[in-house]
């Protein structure tokens, strides 16, 4: 979010702030994502009585950027977490449909030729250009009308798989890829990350899991292996320590 909204007024005429840097349905985004992470911590630990004044405002200190947490603490869940994360969840799938519905009303979605205007600019293309387009024109209209058509299908129909686990697949490539479009086609380098960040907002704690001890297996990044609190570590050893009395007492009877 800092690096997208890099820009300085340097006077009256100046477009507003981030006008440079960012195109309107990324401002909404990042806004979207800013305001529920807003949410998330400043309810987060409300429903202690513990809680100083100054942590009730900005947030309990150890969520605090770069603070290092204890190794002894065990995981604790949080309502303000689930309440942020639903609330985003609803809201993005909400702008996805709406997104899909309001292409509709425009003629070149329906003909499948949407994608044929960023890559063919009118002011920049030459016209060897669009000759070369011509070598195979039906393979190539017809490329390009099924990647209009299958964008519209994953923005409008996105609400109904998006929470489903066995449609993973869909969800997270489909992201990926509308990202490699908006960067190929559009000239938008941020707009496709915060698609798919709002888009890993749907996985469950589980798959978030699998997906660390995959990522604990590449080399330099053992450090994402989760480890075992101190109470977990105790339990064992004073077991084994009960059972090797409980053994030596029956041995010496």
């Known amino acids: 979010m800092t690096a997208s909204l890099r820009h300085r007024r340097r006077g009256v005429n100046q477009p507003p702030l981030g006008e440079p840097t960012m195109s309107k349905p990324l401002r909404t985004l990042l806004v979207m994502l800013a305001f529920y992470l807003m949410i998330?911590?400043?309810?987060?630990?409300?429903?202690?009585?513990?809680?100083?004044?100054?942590?009730?405002?900005?947030?309990?200190?150890?969520?605090?950027?770069?603070?290092?947490?204890?190794?002894?603490?065990?995981?604790?869940?949080?309502?303000?977490?689930n309440v942020a994360l639903r609330l985003l969840q609803v809201h993005f799938a909400i702008v996805m449909a709406t997104s899909g519905l309001h292409k509709l009303q425009f003629g070149e979605w329906w003909s499948g030729a949407?994608?044929?205007?960023?890559?063919?600019?009118?002011?920049?293309?030459?016209?060897?250009?669009?000759?070369?387009?011509?070598?195979?024109?039906?393979?190539?209209?017809?490329?390009?009308?099924?990647?209009?058509?299958?964008?519209?299908?994953?923005?409008?129909?996105?609400?109904?798989?998006?929470?489903?686990?066995?449609?993973?697949?869909?969800?997270?490539?489909?992201?990926?890829?509308?990202?490699?479009?908006?960067?190929?086609?559009?000239?938008?380098?941020l707009f496709g990350p915060a698609i798919f960040v709002c888009s890993l907002s749907y996985l469950t704690t589980p798959e978030w899991e699998r997906i660390r001890s995959l990522l604990a297996r590449t080399p330099g990044l053992g450090n994402l292996q989760p480890r075992p609190s101190a109470a977990q570590d105790l339990a064992p050893r004073s077991n084994v320590g009960k059972e090797e009395s409980t053994f030596m007492a029956a041995k010496q009877r």
């Open 40 to 81: 998330g911590y400043v309810l987060l630990g409300q429903w202690e009585a513990w809680l100083p004044p100054l942590a009730r405002i900005l947030g309990p200190s150890d969520t605090w950027l770069f603070r290092r947490r204890s190794q002894a603490g065990g995981r604790t869940g949080s309502v303000a977490a």
């Open 114 to 189: 949407a994608f044929w205007y960023p890559l063919h600019p009118p002011l920049s293309t030459t016209f060897e250009q669009a000759r070369q387009t011509t070598a195979h024109p039906t393979a190539y209209l017809v490329f390009l009308s099924l990647g209009a058509y299958a964008t519209l299908a994953w923005q409008i129909g996105f609400p109904f798989f998006a929470w489903r686990p066995r449609w993973r697949w869909l969800l997270v490539g489909g992201a990926v890829v509308g990202w490699l479009g908006l960067v190929l086609m559009y000239r938008l380098p």
